[in-house]
């Protein structure tokens, strides 16, 4: 078994050996992805994904992120694809289990957030795959006895000699090349002979998906396997007073807070929850919704109502403490994240400056993942605990399940299941811890269940947010100063993560060091002391800044008297937003007029090392009564792996924004949730859904490995709010300032 240099030699147990008999694996490097969740970092030299070509010419690619549904398993196939030089429907991609291990060995999972799966691996997964081909190769050469290595080439997974016609398949070569030591640098397939990377290729994971042979968590089935349903205290922050009971459940579980799960009200082993277990599902849930158990409420539930958190942001935006070094800096801090010597207010008072103010108000947000939070554990007392869950974060689990149980690492196996929708939700442990303790009490296969009402009213979610722009144009029509407050809860303070002179990244993101020429400007967040518990949802604080950011440029354009595209191309500094934008721009026909009851509207925005524009026609008579008609999209993400997977993550994060825009929230009053289906939190119908148009920017002729490649799942949404706000600014002469658009909507079904 060969390894690269930067491989641990840490001993690989029989979850993570997943080599084939007699074949070349190679252990390759892959960073962790995304957001520092917790304090799971890594060094470096992480290992967690194993390249295995068998004897029987296989080829499979064991790797720890989860499958979401963001297509990043068919990107990772096709980027092997490419430098093995074979086939990209060769490669089965396997999905790997977690380890505490540091350096971790093959096949760890890892976080599957911040849209970083492709393009944290880009190169890595093609430096592995050109050092295997090589091995490979280098094995042909010791066989044919010729020394030339311009004498070979590959032709999907067979190696050519070329003099001789001779043909050996990468499975008659791989035990000899197994024995070889990895090449150092092996060379990459040259950009301009691409035949797998950029090409628009059908996802191989879509026809499961579609005939229902797929097998996601809540799919799971173990013998002999009983069933349960959790049922919270309906306000957050209150706890258990007595156990209840129900006629005809096998038991009736208390559940506790597991220890780093706590968030905002919801303290480590506070018990906040009881589950119900029966024979099935169904009876689980019919016993749940008739049971009546009391609860102790907190004496501060009459403060967590969205009136009193709107009146705390309103008084932080205009006065709060100011971050000091050293100091504890808690709720109401005061963070700046970025400040011109000069003061903006001195650019407000000059003559002939227009000024525009406004507060863009955003409200709690859940998730909504089409599957439900669900965990099956079978749990063997001191001996073992299998985990079956939709996560993203399989390490987490394990940490969790381990601290639980108190068994070793070796003991416990998270098997990472598909996840039907994760948006940041399910890198979460809560509903994990929840499964394991059921399973530690019954000492049988369980599965939990989250009914969707529990899923909406216990979630941890996008936080609600304030933000407060000020800014001026002057004479001649030029940003001439930009204040900007946002006042929001902290994603990161909530899980005990020391926040710097600048703030909670996570609120910050979207909001600062913007390419647009401006004067005097200042860019400010403050965390705001709401306790309910709040999380990473689809692309976090952009979705929420850029909303802000966007909607008062266009305040801008219209107080300077400028077309609002115009506004932008003359005081954008960075070429990838200019091209962008100029592309959304065309492709709508941003020139010519829309139709008589049309108007369009536009917004540009980065994030994840992606810059995206988006154009929204819109028709209809005012805020309450419009159609969104036409989408059209701009994407530079730098390098493109599938251009069909791009567009359908695109399209999505389109619709997922359009519910969030028109009907997204979560409301409270008293510390209870007042949204608990889709009855009252709809989503759009299909009767709704625009045309989506997306149109890609063309890749670098050839590629630099030093500039940062973009992410795309999370990348469809921050643009959409403020276009789709812009343009109906343009139809109706009104401001969108606060969302959702259609926040009484109750529409059934």
Same mark, same amino acid.
């Given at each position: ?95 790997? %289990?977690? +380890? $505490? !291990? ?6 760890? &999972? /890892?976080?599957? @957030?911040?849209? #970083? =799966? ?118 957050? %922050?209150? +706890? $258990? !007073? ?6 005809? &459940? /096998?038991?009736? @579980?208390?559940? #506790? =807070? ?121 749990? $063997? ?7 079956? &869950? ?360």
């Amino acid at each position: 078994m060969a390894t690269c240099a930067t491989t641990s030699s840490a001993t690989i147990n029989r979850r993570d050996f997943l080599g084939a008999s007699g074949g070349l694996s190679l252990a390759f490097a892959l960073p962790m992805l995304g957001r520092p969740l917790q304090a799971e970092a890594a060094t470096a030299a992480q290992v967690n994904a194993w390249l295995t070509v068998g004897t029987d010419n296989s080829i499979r690619l064991t790797v720890g992120a989860s499958d979401m549904g963001q297509g990043s398993f068919q990107g990772l196939a096709q980027l092997l694809a490419e430098d093995l030089q074979v086939d990209y429907r060769r490669v089965a991609v396997v999905q790997g %289990g977690p +380890t $505490l !291990a540091n350096p971790a060995p093959v096949g760890s &999972a /890892i976080n599957t @957030v911040g849209s #970083s =799966v492709t393009r944290s691996n880009y190169w890595r997964m093609r430096d592995a795959a050109a050092a295997a081909r090589e091995m490979l190769v280098g094995a042909a050469m010791a066989h044919v006895g010729d020394a030339s290595r311009s004498s070979y080439g590959v032709q999907d997974g067979v190696v050519v000699h070329t003099p001789t016609g001779r043909r050996l398949s990468y499975g008659e070569l791989a035990e000899a090349a197994a024995k070889l030591p990895v090449p150092a640098n092996a060379p990459l397939v040259p950009d301009a002979a691409f035949k797998v990377i950029g090409q628009p290729m059908p996802r191989a994971d879509i026809p499961s998906k579609v005939d229902g042979s797929a097998r996601y968590g809540i799919d799971v089935r173990l013998p002999g396997m009983v069933f349960a349903v959790v049922k919270h205290c309906p306000t957050f %922050g209150g +706890t $258990l !007073a007595a156990t209840p009971t129900a006629s005809g &459940a /096998i038991a009736i @579980v208390p559940l #506790s =807070v597991s220890p780093g799960t706590g968030r905002g009200t919801e303290q480590a082993g506070a018990v906040n929850a009881v589950a119900v277990v029966a024979q099935t599902t169904w009876d689980a849930m019919r016993l749940t919704r008739s049971l009546r158990p009391k609860w102790n409420l907190p004496a501060y539930a009459g403060q967590l109502s969205d009136a009193q958190f709107l009146s705390q942001a309103q008084a932080l935006a205009a006065q709060a403490t100011p971050y000091a070094a050293g100091a504890a800096n808690g709720p109401g801090t005061l963070f700046t994240a970025e400040a011109t010597a000069a003061d903006p207010q001195a650019a407000f008072a000059q003559p002939g400056a227009k000024l525009v103010q406004a507060d863009y108000v955003l409200p709690y947000l859940s998730h909504a993942c089409m599957e439900v939070l669900n965990c099956t554990v079978d749990y $063997l007392p001191g001996v073992r605990c299998d985990v079956h &869950a939709p996560t993203q974060s399989a390490r987490g689990a394990l940490s969790l399940t381990m601290q639980l149980t108190g068994l070793r690492e070796d003991q416990v196996t998270i098997h990472t299941t598909l996840l039907g929708g994760g948006l940041g939700r399910k890198a979460e442990q809560d509903f994990i811890g929840q499964a394991v303790q059921l399973g530690m009490v019954l000492k049988r296969p369980v599965q939990l269940v989250w009914p969707r009402e529990e899923d909406y009213t216990r979630d941890q979610y996008r936080p609600m947010a304030l933000v407060r722009a000020k800014a001026s144009v002057d004479a001649n029509g030029y940003i001439s100063g930009w204040s900007y407050r946002n006042v929001s809860p902290s994603i990161l303070g909530q899980r005990g993560i020391p926040l710097g002179a600048k703030g909670d990244s996570q609120g910050t993101e979207g909001s600062h060091e913007l390419p647009y020429t401006m004067g005097a400007r200042r860019v400010e967040w403050v965390s705001h002391p709401s306790p309910i518990p709040v999380g990473f949802w689809r692309s976090v604080g952009a979705s929420i800044n850029t909303f802000a950011v966007e909607s008062m440029i266009d305040e801008l354009a219209a107080a300077a008297g400028k077309d609002p595209f115009e506004f932008r191309r003359a005081r954008l500094t960075d070429p990838r937003w200019l091209a962008v934008l100029e592309t959304a721009a065309a492709s709508a026909g941003w020139s010519s007029a829309p139709a008589n009851g049309t108007a369009r509207g536009i917004a540009v925005g980065a994030a994840f090392n992606t810059v995206v524009a988006m154009v929204v026609e819109v028709s209809g008579s005012s805020l309450t009564s419009f159609s969104v008609r036409r989408v059209w999209v701009a994407v530079d993400p730098y390098l493109v792996v599938n251009p069909l997977n791009v567009e359908a993550q695109i399209v999505g994060g389109v619709v997922h924004a359009m519910n969030a825009t028109l009907y997204g929230q979560q409301n409270f009053v008293q510390g209870v949730a007042q949204r608990r289906n889709f009855n009252t939190n709809p989503m759009v119908r299909l009767s709704q859904m625009p045309q989506v148009k997306v149109t890609l920017t063309s890749p670098p002729a050839v590629a630099d490995r030093t500039v940062p490649i973009g992410g795309i799942g999370e990348l469809g949404v921050p643009t959409f709010a403020p276009a789709l706000a812009n343009a109906l600014f343009r139809l109706t002469g009104q401001r969108v300032r606060q969302l959702p658009l259609l926040a009484s909507s109750t529409r059934s079904g």
